[in-house]
C-alpha cells in the first residue's frame, strides 16, 4: 500500500521549511508532495509609516516587504 500523501500548498519555501521540521517518525508514515498554490511578491512601494510608533503583521513573509521602522 502506498503512504498517504502530505500535500503542501504553502510557497515553496514556507513549504519545504515545514517539511524540514517534521519528524523522522512522520517523514516514514508519509510522502511529502510541495505544489504552492500561491506565491508571495512586492505589488508596488511600501506605504509612509513614519507617523506610526509600530506595526503588527499576521504573516511573516509581510516582513520581507515591510518598510524600515526607525525611532
Known amino acids: 500500500m ?15 521549511r515545514f517539511a524540514a521540521r517534521l519528524s523522522k517518525s512522520a ?8 505544489s504552492p498554490l500561491l506565491e508571495i ?11 506610526y510608533d509600530g506595526a503588527i503583521f499576521t504573516s511573516a513573509r509581510a516582513l520581507d516587504f515591510a518598510p524600515t521602522l526607525s525611532n
Do not use: F, N
Open 2 to 16: 502506498d503512504k498517504p500523501a502530505l500535500l503542501l500548498t504553502r510557497p515553496r519555501d514556507s513549504a519545504k
Open 27 to 34: 517523514l516514514q508514515d508519509v510522502s511529502i508532495c510541495i
Open 41 to 51: 511578491d512586492k505589488c508596488g512601494e511600501a506605504p509612509d509609516v513614519s507617523r
